[in-house]
C-alpha cells in the first residue's frame, strides 16, 4: 500500500512486480498477465486514477479501480477513467465541507465499464472516528465517516477479490449505498 504522495513509487513496484523475468524490461506477455486492482480515499482516489492512467501509457491493464469520496488533486483528473481499466466504481458522500466526487465516466465505454457511482449516507448511520483529531470529527465528518465504514471496506474487499478471481467472503450487494443514475446513460438508451 502506497499513500497518495508516492504514486510514482507505487507505480515503480507495480512495474518491478510485473516484470516476472528479472530483465528489466516487460513483455507483452508480462504486461497482458497483470492482475492489477486500485483503490483510494480521498486524494488516494484521485492517486488511484493517476496511477492506472500512467499504467496505461505503459500499455499495462487494469482490472478495478475504485474511488471512496475522491478528492482531485490539483493537477489530476479523476473523473474520467482511462481505457486501460476494464472497470471502476466510485462510492461518494455528499455532507460536509469535504465530499468526495459523485460521478466518475469512462473515457471510452467500450473498453471501461462503470459498475456505478453509490452515494453513501452518514446521516442516521454513524461509523467510528476515534483515533482522528478533533478538528476533523468536527469540520470533516462525513469524510472520516466514509474511510472509517467497515461495511464498505468489506464491499471493496469483495469487489477486489472477485476482479483478481481470488476467494470472495460472503458479502452482500452494497446495502448501504445507493446508485445514482447515470443521465448520459439514460440519454443513451432513449436514442437521444
Not at 510485473?18 to 516487460?26: P, S, W
Not at 483510494?40 to 475504485?66: C, D, F
Not at 468536527?138 to 471493496?156: G, K
Amino acid at each position: 500500500m502506497f499513500e497518495n504522495r508516492r504514486g510514482r513509487e507505487a507505480r515503480r513496484e507495480i512495474l518491478r512486480l510485473l516484470d516476472v523475468n528479472h530483465d528489466g524490461t516487460l513483455s507483452n506477455a508480462e504486461k497482458l498477465a497483470a492482475r492489477i486492482a486500485i483503490y483510494g480515499h480521498s486524494w488516494g482516489a484521485s492517486e488511484t486514477v493517476t496511477l492506472a492512467r500512467a499504467l496505461g501509457k505503459e500499455g499495462i491493464p487494469v482490472l478495478l479501480t475504485v474511488q471512496v469520496d475522491s478528492i482531485s488533486k490539483p493537477g489530476e483528473n479523476d473523473e474520467s477513467i482511462p481505457a486501460n481499466v476494464a472497470q471502476a466504481v466510485n462510492f461518494y458522500q455528499r455532507r460536509g465541507l469535504v465530499h468526495g466526487r459523485s460521478h466518475i465516466r469512462a473515457a471510452d465505454a467500450s473498453s471501461t465499464q462503470i459498475l456505478g457511482n453509490f452515494q453513501l449516507d452518514y446521516k442516521s448511520r454513524t461509523v467510528n472516528c476515534e483515533g482522528y483529531p478533533w478538528y476533523a470529527r468536527a469540520f470533516m465528518r462525513p469524510h472520516i465517516e466514509i474511510e472509517s465504514d467497515p461495511n464498505l471496506w468489506r464491499q471493496v474487499e469483495s469487489l477486489i477479490r472477485s476482479r483478481l478471481h481470488l476467494s470472495v467472503p460472503d458479502s452482500s450487494k452494497f446495502p448501504a449505498a445507493r446508485q445514482v443514475p447515470d443521465k448520459n446513460d439514460e440519454r443513451r438508451k432513449a436514442g437521444a
